[in-house]
Nanobody, 118 residues
Framework: QVQLVESGGGLVQAGGSLRLSCAASGGTFRLGNHNMGWFRQTPGKEREFVATMSWIGDPADYHPSVRGRFNISRDNAKGMLWLQMNNLQPEDTAVYYC?????????WGQGTQVTVSS
C-alpha cells in the first residue's frame, strides 16, 4: 500500500555531510500514523536500524554508532522523512532505506547509496 522512495545519497569524503530524503505515498498510507526509521545495509550483512522517530516526531532514537552525528526529522503532512548525516565516516558506507518502525516487510524501496571515502 505504501511506496517509499529514498534519495540524496552520494560519494563524500570522511568528515563530510549528506541529507537523505524519503518520500512516502500511496493508497491509504498516512505518514503521521506510523513510527518511522532509517536503516542501512552493506553486502553480506543484515540490515540494521540507524535512527527511528515516533509518529509525532518525538522521541527519536539513534544507533550508538551515529548518535550525535545524525539527525532524523519528518513532515507528516508532506509525507517526508529526512536523515541529516554529519561527520560521515567510512564505516557509514551502506545503502540507506526508510521504512516504518517496526519495518513493513513488503515496503522496502530501492534505497540510496552512501559512500564515504577515507
Amino acid at each position: 500500500q505504501v511506496q517509499l522512495v529514498e534519495s540524496g545519497g552520494g560519494l563524500v569524503q570522511a568528515g563530510g555531510s549528506l541529507r537523505l530524503s524519503c518520500a512516502a505515498s500511496g493508497g491509504t498510507f498516512r505518514l503521521g500514523n506510523h513510527n518511522m526509521g532509517w536503516f542501512r545495509q552493506t553486502p553480506g550483512k543484515e540490515r540494521e536500524f540507524v535512527a527511528t522517530m515516533s509518529w509525532i516526531g518525538d522521541p527519536a532514537d539513534y544507533h550508538p554508532s551515529v548518535r550525535g552525528r545524525f539527525n532524523i526529522s519528518r513532515d507528516n503532512a508532506k509525507g517526508m522523512l529526512w536523515l541529516q548525516m554529519n561527520n560521515l565516516q567510512p564505516e557509514d558506507t551502506a545503502v540507506y532505506y526508510c521504512n516504518t518502525y517496526p519495518p513493513t516487510q513488503d515496503a522496502w524501496g530501492q534505497g540510496t547509496q552512501v559512500t564515504v571515502s577515507s
